[in-house]
């Protein structure tokens, strides 16, 4: 059917009627197809599929109750209606006529008029089924389409979120989808210094429109994470990416946890997820992160914070994050699961999982079977305390063979500069584009932290390292420190760093200069004799450069910090 | 959700009642549609008494709304926040973004 004309099949073995029909047909803009017996009615119905057809009922050989008959055991696509034109007028005719498959009967001789009135009336029945399976086979399409985007989805999700670091021992995980795949994005990795940054975020809605907004977090988080940002700066740089790249009404919730073992801290920042929360090995909830900022991708970036809270933890336990879908999981009487259910069925386990399977068992009970109206996903990590007191000897790199180019690369920052600046995995970004240098990222970075650090903290902010030891006090000094580096005003911190050849080995000098008073190493290095029995927190990050490099030194007043590394 | 809209000098108020969610996107904008056309409005107030469920595409619109209205000079206060609906809006602290009257 083409428009409003229409191909008519006309079957008679009289010449006059099917001249008849012919030259209605054709007054009415339609195309006629000819068949003079049955089986070629039947043959061209299959071959030109008509959208109308008239059917003499007397005819020799195959009548035209058995062709209709066979024309509706074909297999049909659409509607085609059969009109029967015959002589024959009794009753019995017209119902075996219509119980045939006919749709409609007309007794011979019918006028030209009643005839076109027919047609007119078929065309127009026609044309609304037309339009009709137009809206099907549309929506048919879309459906189609709908299911590949998001088995697209599916898969790029499930890639993004398949990271090795979610496969790290500390921890534990579960992301439930409330649709075909969730928009909930979870994902885990070890930073240069061994430091184990986890993000559970959860953009607005669920499933593809969800996930999509998700989808350009995990990028940025990975490779911060792998350069040794901070997480305020992680934060910030989620925030700018989403921020730019979001409609207004779409946002992603979400926190982001560092864990420092070596440290004993846990660091959190919580914009729009439900509260984080730190649990005691008797099940004792000793520090709880609620959100304090807007989720990511509302703020401008003037507007935005990256402020963290950091804790220092004195016992192992684990650290609960989870979306809200979890906190709102509704009972079969509609009560949620709620943050305090999700801590108690954790906190009541005594497994040696941690209660990872408790808390599961627990939601599917409470769920009853249904599945969430959200995404559900939590991610636990089993924080342990480091008993030993020195570095793990980061896995001991092979000897470095061959020639080594002179490499030289120096660097110094202003105050202004100091303040917004994260100098260390900026420096390290530049050093490991260098060959040698690559496969000892993660021994660097504590190197240069270390060094880094105690030039800001001692050198030029003059805190002191002792307040680490009160109690409560770590949380103290990260907070002078903070606000010393907003006040700075002026001083200087240089870097420098060699890479050279010597007797035969692979050397790298590195070398941290402040501009401050310096401070006394003396006393610093008799704390580290070991019979003195010093285990305080502070004085491990110098005691860790000592055991990562050659050598250690502190030439001039004690503002200059000098080390050498072999590769 | 039903939305009873006012208008009372410079302020257009719109109360909400029932679930705020995915599906009153078409109603929540048509009202604050029309009242982001009069000229002489200053302030949008939304009022939560009515509402029991606030989701997060609840809180895109609200988000649209106030980029739309800051845009047009004007401001959004949120009023009526209680149980669900106020734990919803500060755990996504959006007392940050918007004003807030009891």
Known sequence: MVGSSL???????????????????RRAGHLPILAADGPTAVALFQTESPDLVFMDIMMPGMDGIEAVRRIRALPAKKWTPIIFYSALDGMQDIVRGLEAGGDDYLVKPASTQLLLAKLNAYSR??????????????????????????????????????????????IQSFNLPADTFSGDLLCAARGPGEVLNVMLADAAGHGLSAALSAMPMTQAFYSMTAKGFPLASIAEELNRKLKAILPADRFVAATLASIDVRNQTVEVWNGGNPDAAFLTAEGKVSM???????????????????????????????????????????????????????????????????????????????????????????????????????????????????????????????????????????????????????????????????????????????????????????????????????????GRISLSFLLRED?????????????GPGFDHEAWLRGLDPSSGDTRPHGRGLALVRSLCADLKFPGDGNRARARYLL | MQIASTLDGNRASLSLNGRFDFHSHRDFRAAYEKALEESGVREIEINFRGVDYLDSSALGMLLLLREKAESTGKNVVLCGLQGTVKQVLDIANFGKLFSVKG
């Open chain 1, 288 to 490: 709880q992160w609620a959100s304090n900022h807007p989720p990511l991708g509302i703020l401008p970036p003037a507007l935005f914070s990256g402020d963290t809270d950091t804790v220092v933890f004195h016992e192992p336990g684990q650290l609960v994050l989870c979306s809200d879908g979890l906190v709102e999981a509704e009972g079969a009487d509609g009560r949620w699961l709620g943050l305090a259910g999700t801590l108690d069925l954790l906190a009541r386990a005594r497994e040696a999982d941690g209660g990872f399977a408790a808390l599961r068992e627990g939601l599917e009970r409470h769920l009853g079977g249904r599945p969430g109206r959200d995404d559900i996903s939590c991610i636990l990590v089993q924080v342990p305390m480091e008993r030993r007191r020195e570095v793990r000897a980061a896995s001991p790199m092979p000897r470095h063979q061959g020639r080594v180019e002179e490499w030289q690369l120096s660097l110094a920052f202003g105050a202004s500069e100091l303040r917004y600046i994260d100098v260390v995995p900026a420096v390290l970004g530049l050093m490991t584009q260098v060959e040698v240098l690559k496969p000892h990222q993660g021994s660097l970075f504590l190197v240069i932290s270390e060094l880094f650090n105690n030039a800001l903290d001692h050198g030029l902010l003059g805190l002191d390292s002792s307040t680490k030891n009160l109690i409560g006090g770590w949380e103290i000094y990260m907070q002078h420190r903070a606000e010393g580096l907003g006040r700075l005003d002026h």
């Open chain 1, 7 to 25: 191909k008519i099949l006309i079957a008679d073995d009289t010449l006059t009627n099917l001249k008849q029909l012919e030259i209605v047909s």
């Open chain 1, 125 to 170: 029945l026609l044309s609304l089924q037309q339009k009709e399976q137009g809206y099907i086979e549309e929506l048919e399409s879309w459906r189609l389409e709908a299911q590949e985007q998001a088995r697209l989805g599916a898969h790029v999700m499930a890639r993004l979120t398949d990271a090795e670091g979610l496969r790290d021992p500390m």
């Open chain 1, 503 to 515: 007797e035969g080995r692979a050397v790298l000098d590195i070398d941290v200069a402040d501009s």
